[in-house]
């Protein structure tokens, strides 16, 4: 079945870069998604792959999509202590845009 | 341009009552998604709305129905609340070809 899985927890200090991974299982997805989740928050968008792209690069950050192992990882560059927050990896498919799949998220805590 | 809106931010309900949470699209959105966020854990989704017809549903029992309007705004209903429905419950709108962008959740208790 279709599954998101992420590492649950992260840890780096501020100003390093942080690299998020993901891994996913459907072979037809189109649309790859990153999330942000702030205690007690919605979920903000931070960026977005199609899944013919390799990378998508916007300001800070780095999305790498490796469609062969089915891997996608985000980097922060220059992480901040206001970056820390839950990051959700999700999966969608043009032809079925009715739901997107979610990883479990992994919190990323920035230390000064 | 507004964002997406969510009615009411947090509520209590006791076990076996029934409860309507409200979500307003992001203008020019057509599709309004409804997710449940159980702590700890990564969204779920429940159902889409395209254009006032269900268009796709998740694993949730028919206690969990919704509706949308013409004006895209959209309603999810819950019946016969369980404790296990204690979540943050979001709402997402979107056009095809373009990311989701949610709302601020409603978080529910039951009790």
């Known amino acids: 079945g279709e599954d998101v899985e992420q590492s649950l927890f992260l840890s780096v200090r501020e100003g390093d870069s942080s690299v998020i991974n993901c891994t996913y299982t459907?072979?037809?997805?189109?649309?790859l998604y990153w999330y942000k989740q702030e205690p007690g928050a919605g979920l903000q968008l931070l960026t977005y792959?199609?899944?013919n792209m390799d990378m998508k690069q916007d300001q800070r950050l780095t999305v790498l999509l490796n469609k062969k192992d089915k891997h996608l990882s985000l980097r922060i560059a220059d992480t901040q202590t206001g970056d820390s927050a839950i990051y959700f990896c999700a999966e969608g498919n043009a032809g079925n845009n009715r739901k997107l799949i979610w990883g479990l998220g992994t919190s990323l805590a920035v230390n000064p | 341009e507004t964002g997406v809106t969510q009615s009411p931010t947090h509520l209590i309900k006791t076990r076996g009552q029934q409860v309507t949470l409200r979500c307003s699209s992001q203008s020019g959105h057509n599709t309004v998604s409804w997710y449940q966020q159980a702590l700890g854990q990564g969204p779920q989704f429940i159902f889409q709305y395209y254009r006032e017809e269900e268009n796709g549903r998740g694993n949730f029992p028919p206690r969990f129905s919704g509706l949308q309007f013409p004006n895209y705004s959209s309603e999810l209903n819950v019946n016969a609340l369980e404790l296990d429905d204690s979540a943050l419950y979001l709402c997402?709108?979107?056009?095809?070809?373009?990311?989701?962008?949610f709302g601020s959740g409603t978080r529910l208790t039951v009790v």
């Open positions: 792959i199609f899944s």
């Open positions: 459907d072979s037809s997805s189109t649309y």
């Open positions: 997402a709108s979107s056009s095809p070809g373009y990311g989701y962008t």
